[in-house]
């Protein structure tokens, strides 16, 4: 009789299958936990522009964000109001609009 | 007969004790990137956090009672540092910064260049004489 520990080949295939579907679940598991904080921080970034743009309307966007159609074929799109025919005065102590209002949807994306 | 005899059974168990080792060495990897995910996550969560508060609320201008989301107030900007330094603390780092504005930068604990994992939020912001490009507020947390 052997001594020591024997191998059959129905053994090492079954060992070598539960460590394959042990490896398949994990890189579920991770992909499933791998999440990303792009959109949420897109979603700011689209609202800030929404903001500045009330004080300011004629700053142009810095190069790492683009809006409207500069975003058609990205995948990750955020939506910011974009306020029209609007006069707006600002100053320290009120602001008043003018003329009539129209809102319209841009997306933002990154650049 | 001299030499070594392989046998089907030795060969099954060293391809069996190689794939065990090469697991486990996956295994090791995965969790050690595992780690640095989590903690990457973590520094943005911050750095996302503390670029909302300042844009809304901490360097925001005020004008009777209201406050102006996202125009912020080069005046207000050491309330911004010393909220940082509260906020977070060795073996942490941060900094921060406006574009077009270089009177405006915080650097805490060395900053954040040549750090291995950097967490980045950028803001859109907005104050009295800007002109060109959009400022952009920076928060760079990291460790």
Known sequence: MKKGVVFTMDAAFALYISLLVMGTMMVLLEADTNYSDDPLALSRLAKDLYEVRKYDLTLNLPSFIKKGSACDGKTLIAAVQNVTYRDIQYDDYSWTTKSSVSITTDKVCYG | MKGQLFTMDVLASVLIVTIIVAFTTWEFEQVYSRASDTQYEKLNSLASDIAQMAVKNILANRSRGTIRANWIEPGRWDLLKGNMSEMISPPYSYYA???????????????????????????????????????????????
Not at chain 2, 103 to 124: F, H, P
């Open chain 2, 97 to 143: 910064m406006v574009s077009s504005r270089s009177d405006l930068t915080i650097t805490g604990y060395g900053g954040c260049d040549a750090k291995a994992n950097v967490a980045v939020a950028r803001r859109l912001v907005y104050f009295r004489g800007a002109s060109g490009e959009i400022p952009v507020l920076t928060v760079k947390v990291c460790v």
